[in-house]
């Protein structure tokens, strides 16, 4: 499969605990986003990366994430002090990021994190 | 402020009927796209529109972008349960991130 795959597809945690999803992405695209969608919802913009560099974060992002795309490949998600309202669908994307390309998302299946 | 609207939030029709979403903004969007996300899963891209007032069709399914490139609609033709799931409309503007609607819920019964 040469899709994006995320793990672990499922985290329950309890509040204060750290966790760290795992996205890797379409082996030839550049481009990595991390979205956030909660029941109902949309999902929201987290932050992305152009190969190695994180471009742009969202004021959604306080300081208790961080995310890191180490050598361009795989990215990683971590929540420190977890807090319930950090309870969501965390979805990873990746694009070529090449001129022409509109903009289009390919989506992991996602990691659902519930915070007790 | 939600920069894209989607209407209606829920819909729930009988299989063979047909049916309209709506995806409206006031910003110009460079492209737009629909995507269909299932429970549990990451949503999936249908198709993207580019070009005002372009349509587009995908089997049953009919996608136009306004002419003003401020909105989209989503038609379905006979619907089938095969169809249910979370249809999310998408803008693009340049380089900035996809920002997506809220979504229309569609449950299709048999």
């Known amino acids: 499969d040469t899709g994006v795959s995320q793990d672990p597809r499922h985290k329950i945690t309890k509040r204060g605990q750290n966790v760290t999803f795992r996205c890797d992405p379409i082996s030839e695209h550049n481009r990595l986003y991390w979205y956030r969608q909660t029941l109902g919802q949309g999902p929201e913009f987290l932050t992305y990366?152009?190969?190695?560099?994180?471009?742009?974060k969202s004021r959604l992002l306080s300081d208790r994430f961080s995310a890191e795309r180490p050598k361009g490949s795989f990215s990683t998600l971590e929540i420190q002090r977890t807090e319930q309202g950090d309870s969501a669908m965390y979805l990873c994307a990746s694009s070529p990021g090449r001129l022409g390309y509109y903009g289009e998302l390919f989506f992991g299946e996602g990691s659902r994190l519930t915070v007790l | 402020t939600q920069l894209l609207e989607q209407s209606p939030q829920f819909l729930s029709i009988q299989e063979g009927e047909n049916l309209t979403v709506y995806c409206n903004s006031s910003?110009?969007?460079?492209?737009l796209q629909w995507y269909r996300q299932e429970p549990g899963e990451g949503p999936v891209l249908l198709v993207t529109v580019v070009t005002g007032g372009e349509v587009k069709k995908l089997k049953r399914l009919t996608f136009q972008f306004g002419d003003a490139r401020k909105d989209s609609s989503l038609h379905i033709t006979a619907a089938q349960p095969g169809d249910t799931g979370l249809y999310l409309c998408?803008?693009?503007?340049?380089?900035?991130?996809?920002?997506f609607g809220k979504g229309t819920r569609l449950s299709v019964i048999a």
């Open positions: 990366f152009q190969n190695e560099a994180q471009l742009e």
């Open positions: 910003s110009v969007f460079s492209s």
């Open positions: 998408a803008g693009a503007r340049g380089n900035t991130p996809l920002v």
